[in-house]
């Protein structure tokens, strides 16, 4: 079972930033936040992952909690190309069974 | 492209058909996965193979097959597969054990049982 809670569906207006949230209550202190995301028809793409810093890359923001119960991905300026599921995971880093869960819709409006 | 390939990208088969999917990654990466990703329904593991050897079968039923002849290139096989066996089913590859920037995912084959 995914050990991540997000929200079924969002929406967001084209050139705002679009804040995803993400539930991980039950984290161990070994495993990693990962972000993919699966735009229509195509297989899952990695955005980024984080332990208990905040990381930034050219494609997006992860702002993890303190008590790392919860995490936000931030895409800051969304396109219609981020239209797309996004799932968020935990796992140990290298652990080689990545479990998907049902993952937020987010739809990007013009 | 991402670095694996998936081929066909479509595929229409009978109940009573053998055919093969394959998988193809140069990204230097150990492990492959198959996935399947039925309509509305999150992507469920199928197989692992690390170092060519096989680390996890996930209760798939026998008439999927897969195949890892070395560490770039991954097959399942199918036959008389059912039409509830219709979905996505998408490879990936990841670097053993390093973690990073985890997985790579293929853009998947189209599998459609008739």
């Known amino acids: 079972d995914a050990k991540t809670t997000q929200p079924t569906s969002m929406d967001c207006a084209e050139g705002r930033a679009a804040n995803l949230p993400c539930n991980h209550s039950t984290i161990s202190g070994n495993e990693y936040v990962y972000w993919y995301r699966q735009i229509h028809s195509q297989g899952p793409q990695y955005i980024i992952h984080?332990?208990?810093n905040n990381e930034t890359n050219e494609m997006a923001s992860l702002i993890i909690t303190e008590d790392r119960k919860s995490s936000t991905l931030i895409l800051p300026h969304a396109t219609l190309r981020d239209t797309a599921v996004y799932y968020c995971?935990?796992?140990?880093?290298?652990?080689?069974?990545?479990?998907f869960g049902q993952g937020t819709r987010l739809t990007i409006n013009p | 492209e991402t670095g694996v390939t998936q081929t066909p990208r479509h595929l229409v088969m009978g109940m009573t058909n053998k055919k093969s999917l394959k998988c193809e990654q140069h990204l230097g990466h150990n492990a492959m996965y198959w996935y399947k990703q039925s309509a509305k329904k999150p992507l469920e593991l199928m197989f692992v193979y690390n170092f060519k050897e096989q680390t996890e079968n996930n209760s798939v039923p026998s008439r999927f097959s897969p195949e890892c002849p070395n560490s770039s290139h991954l097959f399942l096989h199918l036959h008389t597969l059912q039409p509830e066996d219709s979905a996505l089913y998408l490879c990936?590859?990841?670097?053993?054990?390093?973690?990073?920037?985890?997985?790579?995912f293929g853009s998947g084959t189209r599998l459609t049982v008739v």
């Open positions: 984080g332990l208990k």
């Open positions: 990936a590859s990841s670097q053993d054990r390093a973690g990073g920037r985890g997985y790579t």
């Open positions: 995971i935990v796992n140990i880093q290298g652990a080689q069974k990545l479990v």
